[in-house]
């Protein structure tokens, strides 16, 4: 018999140091997994959030989600604001579920901060609603169509591990291939400098 280990702590509570928090690029491997739910915010985990928005602000993003700043967590942010100047469009989201309004997807361009350079045109609803726990830990609903359902199904998808590359055809996929080898040469090489 060996002695007992401590138990594992919950998982939802393991919020990380907000200083901790950074982009992360492809293939980074926790942009391939599915994220756990978050529940009511405490102070730490609204930290990260706040620094999610600051992280979307800096990179010039319209969304961003936890897995892609590091966070193992069913969050992400958006601002779809044109003037992408103003506090008022943001939004958070967490432990979101998602059910489409629109019956017939339409293909649109896409980019994604944690793949620069590669756009490719992925098919989603146009129209959705979401359900989700807010900043302040209260459950809302929203309706939401055109750009903004759009960056909610891309974020959204995020928390579930799935990329824009898992999106589109072979053949789309084919023409980022070299960009994509681009990518994790990138990551290799910076996984041997930390
Ligand atoms: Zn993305």
Redesign the pocket.
């Known amino acids: 018999m060996t002695t007992p280990s401590r138990s594992s702590p919950d998982p939802a509570s393991e919020i990380p140091d907000v200083g901790d928090l950074h982009l992360r690029y492809y293939p980074d491997p926790l942009l391939g997994k599915r994220c756990r739910p978050l529940g009511v915010p405490n102070r730490a985990a609204q930290a990260c959030i706040q620094r999610m928005i600051e992280l979307m602000y800096e990179h010039q993003g319209i969304?961003l989600?936890a897995p892609?700043v590091g966070w193992n967590a069913r969050v992400f942010v958006t601002n779809v604001d044109p003037d992408g100047l103003t506090s008022e469009g943001d939004r958070v989201f967490i432990d979101p579920q998602l059910e489409p309004l629109s019956e017939v997807p339409e293909a649109e361009d896409e980019g994604?901060?944690?793949?620069p350079g590669i756009r490719l045109e992925v098919e989603r609803a146009t129209a959705l609603r979401v359900q989700a726990l807010g900043f302040d830990g209260e459950p809302y609903q929203l309706d939401a169509a055109g750009l903004l359902a759009r960056c909610i199904q891309?974020?959204n998808d995020?928390l579930d591990g799935i990329?824009?590359t898992a999106r589109v055809s072979t053949l789309q996929r084919i023409a980022v291939r070299s960009k994509l080898r681009e990518l994790k040469l990138q990551w290799d090489e910076q996984e041997r400098r930390t």
């Open positions: 969304g989600a892609q994604c901060l944690s793949l891309h974020e995020h990329l824009i």
